[in-house]
């Protein structure tokens, strides 16, 4: 079912490109705001730098000829799908390795990307990388010198991070509802380490009538969202509380370009 946003003027016809190292970011870090986007006519490119190859895998026969990495391209795709994301390029850098390989190559494909959709604004990770990954702070590092080399014609960049302690929500929600973790964390990372030592957002955005997309979108990444998983186990009304609201900064680059993401913004009210 698709929600038709109608109430968010000047949205249609704009181009947003969200910037992220592997498939399943784009739905963890903001699909709600990127299926909110694409309903208000907003065409949402997304480049994701790797496909993820070097992830863990929930169940092996998702993999069966051992390629993960093509198996995690069409998770994303599929995904992609169902957020509504027009566009989907995918490189093969190095998972794992994003912050050190290819700087040079990985710079100029943003740079092109930027170039060949004229986006009017740009979404990436903040410097904390969610939870200090190093291929997500590497995907901020390119994003930011790729946006900052284009000078007068850089489009407004937008940091989002995860609001502190929404991981750790999941996980005691899913517990709530008698799923039993083995070790209760996200891909063996500890729930409160997303969104830690996040700098503060300078807006949200509302996105609980889209958290059933964002779910779904989730659930298409199901080498990484199998049932130890806790994305696997809440439902929409959790989900609206924990994954309700995403959150962003906006990079302090002088740009010329109008806010565009901001038409979607509300106040940061202090939790
Ligand atoms: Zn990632």
């Excluded at 190093?134 to 995907?139: A, R």
């Excluded at 083995?182 to 009538?209: L, M, Q, Y």
């Amino acid at each position: 079912m698709t929600t038709v946003e109608t109430d968010t003027p000047g949205l249609a016809g704009r181009t947003i490109l969200a910037v992220f190292a592997h498939p399943d970011d784009e739905s963890v870090a903001c699909g709600g705001t990127l299926a909110r986007l694409a309903d208000a006519g907003v065409r949402v490119v997304l480049l994701c730098a790797s496909r993820g190859e070097s992830g863990s895998t929930s169940d092996p026969s998702l993999v069966s000829d051992g390629d993960l990495g093509r198996v995690r391209a069409q998770e994303l795709r599929d995904a992609a799908a169902v957020l509504g994301i027009s566009d989907v390029l995918i490189f093969e850098h190095p998972d794992g390795d994003l912050r050190w390989a290819d700087v040079p190559e990985l710079h100029d494909e943003i740079v092109a990307t930027i170039r060949r959709y004229r986006p009017d604004g740009v979404i990436t990770f903040a410097e904390d990388g969610l939870y200090w990954h190093l291929d997500h702070i590497g995907i901020h590092e390119r994003t930011y010198t790729a946006v900052l080399s284009l000078g007068a014609d850089a489009p407004p960049l937008y940091y989002v991070t995860m609001p502190k302690g929404v991981m750790r929500e999941v996980v005691e929600a899913a517990i709530a509802s008698g799923w039993a973790p083995e070790d209760s964390s996200f891909w063996g990372i500890e729930p409160d380490a997303f969104g830690d030592e996040a700098k503060p957002p300078t807006f949200v955005v509302d996105v609980r009538d889209w958290v059933a997309r964002k779910l779904a979108a989730l659930r298409c990444h199901q080498t990484q969202m199998g049932a130890r998983n806790p994305f696997a186990q809440i439902d929409e009304t959790v989900a609206r509380r924990c994954l309700g609201i995403e959150q962003f900064r906006r990079a302090p680059i002088e740009t010329a370009g109008d806010s565009v993401l901001e038409r979607l913004a509300e106040p940061v009210t202090s939790s």
